[in-house]
Nanobody
Framework: QVQLVESGGGLVQAGDSLRLSCAASGRAFSNYAMGWFRQAPGNEREFVAH????????YYTDSVKGRFTISRDNAKNTVYLQMNSLKPEDTAAYYC?????????????????????WGQGTQVTVSS
């Protein structure tokens, strides 16, 4: 069992930066692939970024490529999402997720149902 707690959200202006953190409890964090998703009011939860258990592979949705960076520190059981050049359309609740199952490097893991554990979310609001 893994418990995930996000932090770092807030209200910022367009062009600003934020770094989200997701602290994981439980064992074997380094064995889990991790992802960030977001959900705006009235919208479905959408994939943002993914990182492999060893940090060797990352994947991003097109709308955040070049602006967001996912990383992890397995010694601290924490995954991060550095968000730069924020836009109003980035406004959403951001969730981190952990995947318990086998990891295949050829897959992108962009679907929410590929993850087993979820945090409670942290709100990011970007004003224009």
């Amino acid at each position: 069992q893994v418990q995930l707690v996000e932090s770092g959200g807030g209200l910022v202006q367009a062009g600003d930066s934020l770094r989200l953190s997701c602290a994981a409890s439980g064992r074997a964090f380094s064995n889990y692939a991790m992802g960030w998703f977001r959900q705006a009011p009235g919208n479905e939860r959408e994939f943002v970024a993914h990182i492999s258990p060893s940090s060797g592979r990352t994947y991003y949705t097109d709308s955040v490529k070049g602006r967001f960076t996912i990383s992890r520190d397995n010694a601290k059981n924490t995954v991060y999402l550095q968000m730069n050049s924020l836009k109003p359309e980035d406004t959403a609740a951001y969730y981190c997720a952990a995947r318990r199952g086998l990891y295949y490097s050829g897959r992108t893991y962009t679907s929410a149902n590929e993850y087993d554990y979820w945090g409670q979310g942290t709100q990011v609001t970007v004003s224009s």
